[in-house]
């Protein structure tokens, strides 16, 4: 069964360049897009895609305010993939903790942007290792603490918060798994239990998360 997916960004070439890629795939079929932001809410609402490419600077209603329109329709919301022509964002970060699945460079490579669609319709997230430091590095600056997140923490094992260091890292699981020497499935679980006790939607909101309250 195909991956839906529908593409929002006021550049008609980049609509028509990613929809003619994502179309060209066996797996993948592209059912609208959008040259603004209200008009991109406008048709996810009624498509429902699986996947939406949202970029982040649009006329009418930008990327973030669109994002946030989708994403509050919580039994019907789509996977959202943040696209941006630069390495730090405000729009990226806010649009991560309000439950975006991930960010990548506009630039990216072709086979990075179908790699990235098929990531985040599997349910993970997509953080462009590059960008993440980066953006890491801003949002170490100001940490904005939530309230009852020491607690909150403190349900996790030691193994679990080793996890979250990692996967705040921008760590895939393989990676976590070589450097703790466990089995990739042993970490999928303990990822799954992190984001279970600390009450977020996947990797990226964990990635804020551990920022904004100091576990890195």
């Known amino acids: 069964m195909s991956i839906t997916v529908f593409i929002a960004d006021d550049q008609a070439m980049v609509r028509q360049g990613f929809g003619a890629l994502l179309a060209a ?15 991109a809410v406008a048709g996810i609402r009624r498509l429902r895609p699986e996947v939406v490419l949202m970029d982040v600077r649009m006329p009418k209603m930008d990327g973030l305010t669109a994002a946030r329109a ?11 993939l943040m696209l941006t022509t630069f390495d730090i964002d405000d ?14 460079l506009k630039d ?6 179908v790699r990235a669609v098929r990531v985040v319709a599997a349910g993970d997230a ?20 939530q309230p009852g997140a020491a607690v909150v923490l403190s349900h996790l094992t030691a193994r679990e ?22 089995a990739e499935q042993t970490v999928k679980t303990h990822v799954s239990n992190v984001l279970a006790k600390l009450g977020l939607r996947d990797r990226a909101q964990a990635v804020v998360f551990a920022y904004e309250n100091g576990v890195r």
């Not at 729009?91 to 990548?104: D, N, W």
């Not at 590059?130 to 940490?143: F, P, Q």
């Open 25 to 39: 795939q066996s797996d993948i079929s592209v059912i609208g897009d959008a040259a603004d932001g209200a008009a």
């Open 70 to 80: 989708v994403l509050a329709d919580t039994a019907t919301a789509p996977k959202v």
């Open 91 to 104: 729009y990226v970060y806010e649009a991560l903790r309000i439950g975006a699945s991930g960010f990548m």
């Open 108 to 113: 990216a490579p072709a086979d990075e942007l």
């Open 126 to 145: 997509l953080l462009a290792p590059s960008v993440t430091r980066r953006l890491i590095a801003e949002v170490t600056g100001r940490r904005r603490p």
């Open 161 to 182: 918060r080793e996890v979250l260091e990692q996967v705040a890292e921008g760590k895939s699981n393989a990676e976590i798994a070589t450097a703790l020497f466990v």
